[in-house]
Each structure stands twice: as C-alpha cells, then as structure tokens.
C-alpha cells in the first residue's frame, strides 16, 4: 500500500496554497487550469482541457475508474488571516483548493506507478461546481468517454464538525447528499396608490401567504422521518411604502433525499403559488432556475472502498456516518456510471476549528490533504486490481 512521504506531503501543501492564493470562480479559472496543467505536464502527462475543467489519463485498457477533485472557489472576501490568504475576493473556503492538491498528488504519485497499474486512471480536475454547473459540462463535453468510465470517486473535506477529526474518513451509504433546487416566483398584481387600495391588487400580502403555505409542506405533508427544507430565502416587492405592489419576487430552496420526494416538493410549491395568487386575482410565475438531485453512494463500491481503506488507515480513521444536507455537484457523474462520494475530515470543532464549510475565515487542518491522496492513490489501484479482465 502507497503511503505519503514527507516530500510528497510538502509538495501537496505547497499546490494547495498556490491555488488558493489563486481563488476563482465558476467557470472562470483561467490562472487555475494554467496551474494545474502546468503541473499535470511537470509529473509527466498530457493535459486536456474539456468542458471548463482539466483531464488526462494514466495507464492503458482493462477498466477506467475517474478521480475527481473540484477546483472553483466563492464570491467572498476571504476572513482566515493566512500568510497565503486570496486578496481578489474571491475566496477558497469550499475546501476545492485542497481536493484539486490532492489530486494533482494523486496524479504525481500514479504516474511514477504506470507500470504496475491494472487499468486505466482518469482525472476530472472540474469547474463550477458551487454553482452546480461544472461536473454537467463536463460530461457532456466527454468526460465518461475515451476511454469509458466504468466507475467514479471523489473526495470532499470536512471542516468544523463534531467529527470532522482530521484524516478521518467519512462514508455514507446510500444517500450522501440532499437534492437542490433554487426556484423563482413573481407574484403579479396591480399597482396602485396607497390612497385607493381596492384599486390595486397587492403582490407583497399574496407572497406573504404563499410563505406561509410553503412553510406547511415540510411539516404536514411530507413525513418526519425525510430530511427535506422548503425555504423562502429572498423576497422582494413594491416601489414605496405608499403604494400597492404590483410585483413581488421570491426564490426558494428545496432541498431533500429522494428522487420521488423531489418531483413531489417541486410540484407542490407551483401549485401552491400558482392556487393563492389566483384566489387573489393575481399570477404566480414559476421559473425552476436550476437544481441537482439527490447524490446516491453505489452500494457495492462502497463497500468495496470501505475494504480497501481498512488495508492502509486504522481502525477509528473510517467511520460511517448520516448523509450531508447539501447539494453535490458529483451526482451528474454517479447518475451515468457506479460512484463513491466521501468525506475527509481536516478540522474539527474540538481542535479549533470553529469556522465551518463556506465560511470566510474556515481553516483546514492540512495535515489531511496526504491522506486524500492516500486514498485516491490506493482506492483506484485496489478497485483496478478487482475489477482486471
């Protein structure tokens, strides 16, 4: 089993601080792709740029398993007081900077191993993922194909929980992330002057009420034991406090666990826009301005991943835990072809680190990052090793 050397944890430390000192955004990442692939041509490939992001291969035939690491950060002001903090404002507290280190790592340490590998590695260095748009460009630029994918694994770091232990890995079976759909609702009335209100149709009381219904899905219509939120996060309506608002404006968030619950949650929130406004003598649009369904583990290759990781960690280093109520990215990829989904703890609330995922001053524990590497490295060539014709 490959173990990182000290060197190799230097170097991995060293990338994830170049990339995130060179924080961007969505599909944006010119200085990023030029840092990985100049990388990626230093260990010796050939990099591809396809879709936004970055690929190349290593190995020939037999079966092709794809690593994947995000590489895009978020539109914030970065808080962490780091000698290598961003200054663009842009600001890496996702924790991609360290999945694409680690994986540049990975890349390193596979290309050196070329000779013995059973199979094929192919690396998906992916843009966008924050806004749900990078891992669907990518495969529909060809990711999952020449050569074709026959199975898929990424890693994200775990800041600021309970469990968050560093190096620790976190595995969940079946369900790993919630589904996400960002919807937007117009609520249309009627101006009018605050001195003839029965003139005017008012948009802000109806959206006021469409909240209020939308509150009542989640705790009667949908049963307790589902992790599912309907929030009404921004609302806007009206031009001045002495008129009718003929225009309100809400977006949503509907987030939940399973396929089924989804198409449900989504259909509901239309029908009851659409039904009080109309009993109000107004319109609800309903725009579903973009969203991802829920990302499901492959059983089996979890519990083959959970077997190879016995063979290099300890014992308490991987533990199985309750899915992640956020959104993945990931799931366009485990939709086509058998995917693990992990977590790598780098921080937890007991050793400091208090800031979790998104927040601008979030510190990650880099004493983790060779330990994603680790599993990349052993996790693909085990998982090869297996499945060699």
């Known amino acids: ?38 990388k990626l041509k230093e260990y010796g490939y050939e990099p591809e740029e396809m879709g936004g992001g970055i690929t190349c291969t290593v190995g020939k035939g037999g079966k092709t398993i794809l690593l994947r690491a995000d590489m895009d950060a978020l539109p914030m002001k970065e808080e962490s007081g780091l000698d ?32 013995e590998l059973k199979g094929t590695v ?13 891992a669907a460009a990518m495969v529909e630029a060809g990711i999952l194909e020449n050569p074709k994918v026959d199975a898929a694994f990424g ?9 968050s232990c560093t190096g620790t890995v976190l595995c969940t079976h079946g369900t790993m992330n919630n589904s996400g759909d960002a919807i937007k609702i117009t609520v249309k009335g009627k101006d009018a002057h605050g001195s003839q209100p029965q003139l005017g149709i008012d948009s802000i009381s109806i959206a006021s009420r469409i909240v209020i219904a939308l509150e ?21 309506g009206g031009t001045t406090c002495n008129t ?37 003598r107004a319109t609800a649009e309903v725009e579903y301005q973009y969203g991802m369904p829920p990302l499901v583990n492959d059983e089996t290759m979890m519990n083959e991943f959970l077997g190879y990781m016995k063979e290099f960690l300890s014992a308490d280093q991987v533990k199985e835990v309750e899915k992640e109520g956020g959104c993945e990215d990931f799931t366009v990829v ?38 994603g590497t680790e599993i990349y490295v052993n996790c693909a060539v085990r998982w090869l090793e297996d499945h060699s014709c």
Request: with cysteine.
């Open 1 to 38: 089993m490959f173990h990182a050397s000290e060197d190799l944890k230097k170097e991995i430390i060293a990338n994830r601080r170049a990339l995130h000192q060179r924080a961007e955004i969505a599909f944006d990442l010119p200085e990023t792709r030029a840092y990985v692939s100049e």
């Open 84 to 115: 290598f903090a961003c200054t663009t404002g842009n600001c890496h507290s996702c924790g991609h900077d360290c999945h694409a280190a680690m994986l540049l790592g990975a890349a390193k340490v596979l290309k050196e191993m070329e000779g």
């Open 122 to 134: 192919k690396f998906m260095f992916q843009p966008a993922e924050e806004v749900l748009g990078g």
């Open 155 to 163: 890693i994200h770091v775990s800041v600021g929980r309970e469990d």
């Open 216 to 236: 009542e899905l989640t705790a009667k219509e949908i049963p307790t034991k589902e992790d599912s939120v309907v929030l009404v996060g921004k609302i806007v």
């Open 244 to 280: 009718v608002a003929g225009t309100t404006e809400m977006e949503i968030s509907v987030r939940t666990q399973g396929h089924q619950e989804r198409a449900y949650l989504k259909r509901r929130v239309k029908e009851i826009a659409e039904g009080i406004a109309a009993a109000f």
């Open 334 to 371: 485990s939709e086509k072809v058998p995917a693990v989904f992990m977590m790598l703890g780098a921080g937890d609330k007991g050793s400091g680190h208090i800031h979790g995922m998104h927040h601008p001053a979030m510190q990650v524990d880099e004493d983790a990052l060779p330990v």
